[in-house]
């Protein structure tokens, strides 16, 4: 038998896509090491003038104008699959993408992206495409952009996706309810007291972890101070990302702090800390809401972005495992209250346990391997 070879298709709009894509990659690897992968992203099959153009208006109005962007996202959330919008979509790079798959020869198709997903699923439709396409939705609601009925499968959050996909037409038996698919590593046993020792902290004290990467940089000191001032003892870690500026301008704080203070720059280790840590202050990307459930951490979500975002944290309010703040004022309430009263952590640590069906990436794997054996098996009966 020949060795599975399997096509991925992400994109570097924001990093929820491309990490879905590598944690399905990863899962392959552990179940076929010798499965030949191609992971490409959908931007590298546009016009680079357009590709560019695209990102930059995307990340803009995330930054400076999230409130158009959830106009936007509103406005298109309902979009029939044969709509003027999804149609000229559903052109994009189509020559390009059928030259590929035929060269290539895949036995599958995986998308962490819904226009290159609906792309595939419309040539699917037209008997142009004869790969099956497995599509991973990345957040915990179901917009139009997702939804196309050349879709050969789905692998979705929560029940909450599977009965939206549903109602939009699609049928039960095409969706699977696997979770967003995080790496296994998030799943591994870890040695939680050598991590604890690793940076140097108090066992005996909570962590609060905050990733500061996503938020403007006095914002983060102004987080920062109120933890580090606080009457009650705690630890905090704070992930700056790339941002070197905000890196720096929390030195001040950290070396008067009343509490301990650990700064990271971009990190690859963020389960590790997780692991170690009590609560995450963050904003609410379908990754990393399902990194933290996975790692059963409760989660203090401020400032979502409208649209995807404010639904992944309406999911997690909805079950039990975080809270959401919408301004500063409401983000001190909120951690202080945690401070003074750590069972309400505790609580809501019960509840992320709970949240989703864990196993993401196997489950979603395990799927794509029968997907691909039924296959198979009617290409020899037929």
Not at 217 to 242: F, M, N, T, W, Y
Not at 266 to 275: A, G, K
Request: glycine share 6%; hydrophobic share 40%; with cysteine.
């Amino acid at each position: 038998m020949k060795s599975l070879r399997i096509l991925v298709f992400s994109a570097t709009f924001g990093n929820g896509h491309l990490r879905a894509a590598e944690a399905i990659i990863e899962g392959i690897r552990l179940k076929d090491p010798f499965a030949e992968i191609i992971h490409l992203d959908f931007g590298d099959f546009l016009s680079k003038r357009l590709n560019t153009m695209a990102k930059s208006l995307y990340m803009e109005m995330i930054k400076h104008t999230p409130r158009l962007w959830g106009q936007f996202y509103a406005k298109t959330a309902k979009l029939h699959p044969k709509s003027i919008m999804q149609r000229f979509l559903n052109q994009l790079g189509r020559s390009d993408f059928l030259k590929y798959i035929q060269a290539f020869e895949p036995d599958l198709i995986v998308c962490t992206y819904p226009t290159v997903s609906s792309i595939l699923a419309q040539l699917r439709l037209e008997r142009i495409l004869n790969v099956p396409v497995m599509t991973v939705i990345t957040d915990y609601a179901v917009h139009s952009l997702w939804v196309h009925p050349g879709v050969d499968r789905y692998m979705v959050a929560c029940e909450e996706v599977r009965e939206s996909l549903v109602s939009w037409g699609i049928e039960a038996q095409r969706i699977h309810v696997t979770g967003i698919p995080v790496s296994p590593r998030f799943e591994s046993k870890m040695d939680r007291a050598h991590i604890i020792s690793k940076f140097d902290l108090n066992s005996d004290l909570p962590v609060f972890l905050v990733m500061g990467g996503v938020y403007e940089g006095e914002i983060v000191k102004r987080i920062c101070k109120q933890l580090a001032d606080s009457l009650v003892p705690v630890q905090c870690l704070i992930v700056c990302g790339k941002n070197e500026k905000l890196y720096q301008s929390l030195e001040e704080v950290s070396e008067q702090a009343r509490n301990r203070i650990v700064r990271f720059g971009y990190v690859s280790n963020i389960d590790e800390l997780m692991e170690i840590s009590d609560l995450i202050i963050t904003k609410a990307g379908g990754l990393t809401v399902s990194e933290a459930l996975t790692k059963h951490l409760p989660l203090v979500i401020f400032k979502p972005i409208p649209g995807q975002e404010v639904e992944n944290a309406k999911f997690v309010q909805r079950m039990g495992a975080g809270q959401v703040a919408g301004t500063e004022e409401e983000l001190e309430h909120l951690l202080n209250r945690f401070l003074s009263y750590p069972e309400d952590i505790t609580r809501m640590q019960e509840k992320a346990a709970l949240a989703l069906p864990g196993r993401s990436s196997e489950r979603a794997v395990d799927d794509l391997l029968q997907l691909v054996s039924d296959l198979r098996i009617k290409q020899k009966i037929g």
